[in-house]
């Protein structure tokens, strides 16, 4: 499905977009207003996504005409998964794209996928959840503390550990789904599933699938055929974006247990992404391109209002195409899990609050974390090369380059934006209760119980 914008001419004229800064330091309101317009080297681009609420940033920059503001003709392209999706814009028929954030990282380091793959705009924070099938949910309720008649959330794995056990002796194997290898959906699913006692299995050279030493076995589907693939009882719960969780809830096929967010406080989640020979060949359009996407986040944030008229547009067949009320239940700052039982969730959904935007190094280092946890890196890499990686890949040069010349354009305040050198410093809010510092990968890897030590060898 193809979405087209005709170019509005009026807009044209004002396009001020900036050149790219030299270098990644701290944002400067001086510089910013001194800065003058540099046009797009191209103009008409295409971008893919996956139909998903968190593509938001790419539709409201399309449908709010940011994206004409900035001199630009798009045309947005759902994609059918995220392997095409990646595929696609490596090989040039997409410009850019909707990304999983473990997708550039990924493909920077070769795994599954070879290539320069950059980003300078993260799209959003928190965002997914995890859903048990209605039998599944059975078995874990008794093993849950009970409050008022409902479950005591954050609900950890130790209640499914319980009932994989049960499984495991009478012979049956325990089969979950995520969207992909380098999701963020693998690794919050394994972070969950480990902290709660269960082992979520290795990459190996033998084993590509990443189920070695499994107690639970993990495998790729769609995110919109999650539902399906679980009302079939091919697996039994999955971990997956919105809508596909509230989809479950209001199917009546399943009970989403946990949201990202009690996992892990404030994750980054998708990112935009294109390829480094792009962005090489087209410096201003880039930057171009993230002031519009910072401004589609900025009017995501903005109100109730914004929220309530996106899920509007995002219910469209050529987006999403799920039911409002279903892609309403975790967009208008609530979430519900088991049927009957919506809970206030504010940060559910963050697009523009607590930095989401910026290309954090430390970000990129905790996905780097977990692909050598789990094996995806097959060997002890140093400190100093976690740090070489993420900055290959996240390119917050860009990112404070659209910032400035929003500021220039009486568009965003020098205080919308953080002054950092790409670290957020040490980070809680874990299930685990472990603390990340992204300036000590080794030491972080080094706090779990499950997963591949320093000597160890994927």
């Not at 959840?129 to 209605?134: L, M, Q, R």
């Not at 009882?233 to 969780?245: A, F, L, Q, S």
Request: charged share 25%; proline share 6%; hydrophobic share 40%.
């Amino acid at each position: 499905m193809k979405i087209h914008r005709a170019l509005d001419t009026r807009r044209r004229r004002l396009l001020a977009t900036s050149a790219l800064a030299a270098g990644a330091g701290l944002l400067a309101l001086p510089q910013a207003r001194a800065q003058k317009a540099a046009r797009p080297e191209k103009e008409a681009l295409k971008f893919g996504f996956i139909k998903l609420t968190d593509c938001a940033p790419l539709v409201i920059a399309y449908e709010k005409g940011y994206f004409e503001d900035e001199g630009l003709v798009v045309t947005l392209e759902a994609q059918a998964n995220w392997k095409v999706l990646l595929d696609r814009v490596i090989d040039g028929q997409l410009d850019g794209a909707h990304m999983l954030a473990g997708q550039p990282l990924g493909a920077s380091i070769g795994f599954g996928t070879k290539a320069d793959v950059i980003t300078a705009f993260s799209m959003d924070l928190n965002g997914n959840a995890i859903t048990v099938s209605n039998a599944v949910w059975q078995e874990m309720k008794p093993h849950l503390p009970m409050e008022g008649g409902k479950p005591v959330h954050p609900i950890k794995a130790d209640a499914l550990k319980k009932v994989v056990d049960k499984w495991k002796a009478a012979g049956k194997p325990f089969k979950m789904g995520m969207v992909f290898p380098v999701s963020t959906h693998n690794y919050e699913l394994r972070y969950w599933l480990a902290a709660g006692g269960l082992h979520p299995g290795f990459y190996t050279d033998g084993d590509i699938t990443g189920t070695a030493k499994a107690d639970v076995l993990l495998s790729v589907t769609p995110p919109p055929q999650m539902p399906a693939t679980m009302e079939a009882g091919t697996i039994h719960g999955y971990c997956v974006g919105e809508p596909w969780n509230q989809q479950a809830v209001f199917k009546g096929i399943g009970v989403p247990v946990v949201t990202d967010h009690q996992i892990q406080k404030f994750n980054p989640e998708k990112v935009f992404g294109v390829t480094r020979g792009w962005a090489d060949k087209h410096p201003n359009t880039h930057v171009a391109v993230v002031k519009a996407l910072i401004r589609a986040c900025m009017w995501l944030d903005a109100s109730m209002k914004n929220r309530i008229e996106a899920v509007k547009i995002l219910s469209k067949p050529a987006y999403v195409g799920a039911d409002e009320a279903v892609i309403a239940n975790s967009m208008t700052g609530t979430f519900e899990f088991e049927k009957g039982d919506k809970r206030p969730a504010p940060d559910f959904n963050v697009f523009f609050r607590n930095h989401a935007t910026y290309p954090f190094y430390s970000d990129a280092i905790w996905y780097l974390t977990q692909m050598r946890r789990w094996g995806q890196i097959g060997e002890h890499k140093p400190d100093s090369w976690y740090l070489e990686t993420a900055k290959k890949v996240y390119r917050p040069d860009v990112y404070l380059a659209a910032a400035k010349a929003l500021i220039a354009d009486g568009k965003a305040k020098e205080t919308d934006f953080p002054k950092t050198d790409g670290f957020k410093g040490p980070q809680d809010g874990f299930i685990d209760g472990i603390v990340y510092d992204g300036r000590k990968p080794n030491e972080y890897l080094g706090k779990f119980k499950i997963g591949l030590k320093a000597a160890d060898r994927g």
